[in-house]
């Protein structure tokens, strides 16, 4: 904080802060241990549905430090692919493939496709902050643009990880 001038008003540092309603999690870990931050994942997802970029840029810079939240984005964007779509497609997972998705997100989504996404989440671990980023750039994309569909991919999506209390 700087100095204030004398007869100068102070800012109200809360006036401009506002929330945008994300997906929102189980409080449980994940069957694996892996725990995610709830508020965090819910921030950047209700940024990013809300297509607010000043608060998408802040909550994604966090969440890129974070190995386990930024892997329970990129896995719940696998598990709207795979609602939509049946399965993860070949240009979803395979490097060499042609397709939006970035060379990060297809590393941690073929990860996925073990049994459990404990090899997905240990990868996502290994991962620099910068690929962490293009990874969740691709989750954030993928949820976005299926939000924007009439079947209500995203509603039925809200109600699988939301919170059953």
Same mark, same amino acid.
């Given at each position: 904080?700087?100095?204030q ?19 929102? /999690?189980?409080?449980?870990p994940?069957? $694996? ?5 709830? @508020? /965090?994942?819910e921030a &950047? ?8 970029? %000043?608060?998408?840029? +802040?909550?994604?810079? /966090?969440? &890129?430090?974070?190995? +386990? ?6 896995e719940?964007a ?17 490097? $060499?493939? %042609?397709?939006?998705? %970035? ?7 073929? @990860? %996925?496709?073990? +049994? ?12 620099? &902050? ?5 990874a ?7 949820? +976005? ?8 991919? /995203?509603?039925?999506?809200?109600? @699988? ?5």
């Amino acid at each position: 904080m700087g100095r204030q001038k004398p007869n100068k008003p102070r800012r109200d540092s809360t006036k401009g802060v506002h929330r945008h309603p994300g997906l929102s /999690l189980d409080a449980g870990p994940h069957p $694996d241990g892996w725990k995610a931050d709830r @508020a /965090l994942l819910e921030a &950047v997802t209700g940024a990013a549905l809300a297509r607010c970029t %000043s608060c998408q840029g +802040v909550t994604l810079t /966090l969440l &890129v430090e974070d190995s +386990v939240t930024c892997a329970r984005l990129v896995e719940l964007a696998c598990e709207a692919i795979t609602k939509r779509e049946g399965s993860l497609p070949h240009n979803q997972t395979d490097p $060499d493939a %042609s397709g939006y998705a %970035s060379l990060a997100f297809r590393r941690l989504a073929r @990860a %996925s496709q073990d +049994v459990t996404a404990h090899r997905m989440y240990q990868e996502c671990e290994q991962m620099t &902050v910068h690929e962490r980023r293009a990874a969740a750039n691709t989750a954030l994309d993928t949820l +976005v643009g299926y939000a924007t569909l009439p079947q209500g991919l /995203l509603t039925r999506l809200r109600h @699988a990880t939301a919170d059953p209390r």
